[in-house]
């Protein structure tokens, strides 16, 4: 550090005092000194009313049209090597780039994942204007997994990129964990949707645990949670993109109707296994011996119950979500400031709390407040409702989908659950046989 500062100011430099003085006066200007005032200050407890503020409508600055600009190059390039060079060293290059632009230059600022809350919002509430650029950071990787698959999630994601760096020992999660663990980002996406629409807050940004990494932020818990999922990520791959990210519930749905999508091999498969124990986010189908009829016929009747049971677990999802989302309501802040008033009122205390105090000198009365948090309850209960019956819904599809059985000749990439990182190419014996072809 002093090898820094005598690079730039050297010994006996009278400008190094000057700076500092300028700095020491900045500070000392700035503190809050005893003053009198020039006139007594206003008395807001009379009639008077405070005006609305007007805020202007936010008008995207140059470099937010630039980072859309960007991430559409990147999603081209990566789609490109994906499909048609097939390079995973390509693939980490530009996934290096994301990491250090989108990540730590942009602070994390372009944000497809938190632009769901943006939208919903707009959704849901007719004063708030949402951007063209946060559209535009929601919608584009969704059309280019449509088209190309999760090319996003290769390496234009600043939050994958710095778990595939960490990616070390990977080890397999047995299928049934894996499941359990993949219903997490629909109760996180749904449970997001819930808070933004009823005013809540934004629980993707309050909640995000590498951003704080990029900004290099001073909120300890959520570097400690990011921390955590680094570590975690040395032997379970991307444990955030399979098992939190809520936008990867969109991405997922999106790749499995991927018009063009990246494959295991260039030709046909050899059955080496090679690139099935190779992928680290366990993303390769194995081939499939043919089933016997004794099998065939109880996964049918499985198939057959299951079916029938998807009315009532949807149903008894809806009941107990609507209950929860009662007990959730409890964590929105004006739910949380009546049951504050109504302790105090109850008890006759005058040591009002400061958001009670503020409450009490402002001109809105308790029931205009009581008839808000009634809204917001109902708001609360109904979309607990549909919250609870969507998840036991996804909980019914998933065991439908682990109930099929299909003959698979050789292996295959499961196109919703692959990041199209490309380490499969390089295990694979006849990329490697199609790579010396073309050479020679």
Same mark, same amino acid.
């Given at each position: 550090?002093?090898?820094?500062?005598?690079?730039?100011?050297?010994?006996?430099?009278?400008?190094?005092?000057?700076?500092?003085?300028?700095?020491?006066?900045?500070?000392?200007?700035?503190?809050?000194?005893?003053?009198?005032?020039?006139?007594?200050?206003?008395?807001?407890?009379?009639?008077?009313?405070?005006?609305?503020?007007?805020?202007?409508?936010?008008?995207?600055?140059?470099?937010?049209?630039?980072?859309?600009?960007?991430?559409?190059?990147?999603?081209?390039?990566?789609?490109?090597?994906?499909?048609?060079?097939?390079?995973?060293?390509?693939?980490?290059?530009?996934?290096?780039?994301?990491?250090?632009?989108?990540?730590?230059?942009?602070?994390?600022?372009?944000?497809?994942?938190?632009?769901?809350?943006?939208?919903?919002?707009?959704?849901?509430?007719?004063?708030?204007?949402?951007?063209?650029?946060?559209?535009?950071?929601?919608?584009?990787? $969704? =059309?280019?997994?449509?088209?190309?698959? &999760?090319?996003? +999630?290769?390496?234009? /994601? %600043?939050?994958?990129? @710095?778990?595939? !760096?960490?990616?070390?020992?990977?080890?397999?999660?047995?299928?049934?964990?894996?499941?359990?663990?993949?219903?997490?980002?629909?109760?996180?996406?749904?449970?997001?949707?819930?808070?933004?629409?009823?005013?809540?807050?934004?629980?993707?940004?309050?909640?995000?645990?590498?951003?704080?990494?990029?900004?290099?932020?001073?909120?300890?818990?959520?570097?400690?949670?990011?921390?955590?999922? $680094? =570590?975690?990520?040395?032997?379970?791959? &991307?444990?955030? +993109?399979?098992?939190? /990210? %809520?936008?990867?519930? @969109?991405?997922? !749905?999106?790749?499995?109707?991927?018009?063009?999508?990246?494959?295991?091999?260039?030709?046909?498969?050899?059955?080496?296994?090679?690139?099935?124990?190779?992928?680290?986010?366990?993303?390769?189908?194995?081939?499939?011996?043919?089933?016997?009829?004794?099998?065939?016929?109880?996964?049918?009747?499985?198939?057959?119950?299951?079916?029938?049971?998807?009315?009532?677990?949807?149903?008894?999802?809806?009941?107990?979500?609507?209950?929860?989302?009662?007990?959730?309501?409890?964590?929105?802040?004006?739910?949380?400031?009546?049951?504050?008033?109504?302790?105090?009122?109850?008890?006759?205390?005058?040591?009002?709390?400061?958001?009670?105090?503020?409450?009490?000198?402002?001109?809105?009365?308790?029931?205009?407040?009581?008839?808000?948090?009634?809204?917001?309850?109902?708001?609360?209960?109904?979309?607990?409702?549909?919250?609870?019956?969507?998840?036991?819904?996804?909980?019914?599809?998933?065991?439908?989908?682990?109930?099929?059985?299909?003959?698979?000749?050789?292996?295959?990439?499961?196109?919703?659950?692959?990041?199209?990182?490309?380490?499969?190419?390089?295990?694979?014996?006849?990329?490697?046989?199609?790579?010396?072809?073309?050479?020679?």
């Amino acid at each position: 550090m002093r090898n820094f500062v005598t690079c730039f100011f050297p010994r006996g430099s009278k400008l190094l005092t000057i700076v500092l003085i300028m700095i020491l006066f900045g500070v000392i200007s700035a503190a809050p000194l005893p003053a009198e005032y020039r006139f007594p200050r206003p008395e807001f407890k009379s009639e008077y009313e405070i005006p609305k503020t007007e805020v202007p409508a936010a008008t995207p600055s140059i470099y937010e049209y630039l980072d859309l600009f960007v991430l559409v190059v990147l999603l081209s390039i990566v789609s490109y090597l994906v499909l048609k060079r097939r390079s995973r060293l390509g693939i980490f290059i530009i996934s290096i780039f994301s990491l250090i632009y989108l990540g730590f230059l942009r602070r994390g600022c372009i944000c497809p994942i938190g632009s769901i809350q943006n939208v919903t919002l707009a959704i849901f509430d007719s004063g708030y204007i949402i951007p063209l650029t946060v559209i535009g950071f929601f919608l584009l990787p $969704l =059309i280019y997994t449509l088209l190309f698959g &999760r090319s996003f +999630c290769a390496g234009v /994601c %600043p939050f994958g990129a @710095l778990q595939d !760096l960490v990616i070390l020992r990977p080890v397999k999660l047995p299928a049934w964990l894996s499941q359990t663990l993949g219903l997490f980002p629909y109760v996180y996406l749904g449970t997001a949707v819930l808070f933004t629409a009823t005013g809540s807050g934004f629980l993707i940004c309050r909640f995000d645990p590498f951003v704080e990494i990029f900004r290099f932020g001073s909120r300890v818990e959520m570097l400690i949670f990011g921390g955590i999922l $680094l =570590i975690i990520g040395i032997f379970i791959a &991307r444990p955030y +993109c399979r098992f939190l /990210c %809520p936008y990867s519930v @969109l991405l997922r !749905l999106f790749s499995r109707f991927a018009i063009w999508h990246g494959t295991i091999t260039p030709a046909e498969c050899v059955n080496c296994k090679l690139c099935h124990d190779s992928c680290p986010v366990d993303a390769i189908l194995p081939s499939t011996p043919q089933a016997e009829p004794e099998s065939r016929s109880r996964g049918v009747k499985r198939l057959m119950l299951l079916l029938i049971l998807i009315p009532l677990l949807t149903g008894g999802g809806a009941v107990l979500g609507s209950q929860l989302g009662h007990v959730m309501s409890y964590l929105n802040s004006d739910v949380r400031l009546q049951t504050q008033i109504n302790r105090e009122n109850t008890t006759g205390t005058e040591n009002y709390s400061e958001d009670s105090s503020f409450f009490r000198e402002s001109r809105q009365t308790e029931e205009q407040l009581a008839e808000q948090v009634a809204t917001t309850k109902a708001d609360f209960y109904t979309g607990g409702f549909l919250l609870g019956g969507f998840i036991a819904l996804v909980f019914a599809l998933k065991l439908i989908s682990l109930s099929l059985w299909r003959k698979r000749d050789e292996y295959e990439i499961d196109k919703a659950q692959c990041v199209s990182c490309g380490r499969c190419f390089e295990y694979c014996p006849v990329e490697a046989q199609h790579k010396r072809a073309k050479d020679d």
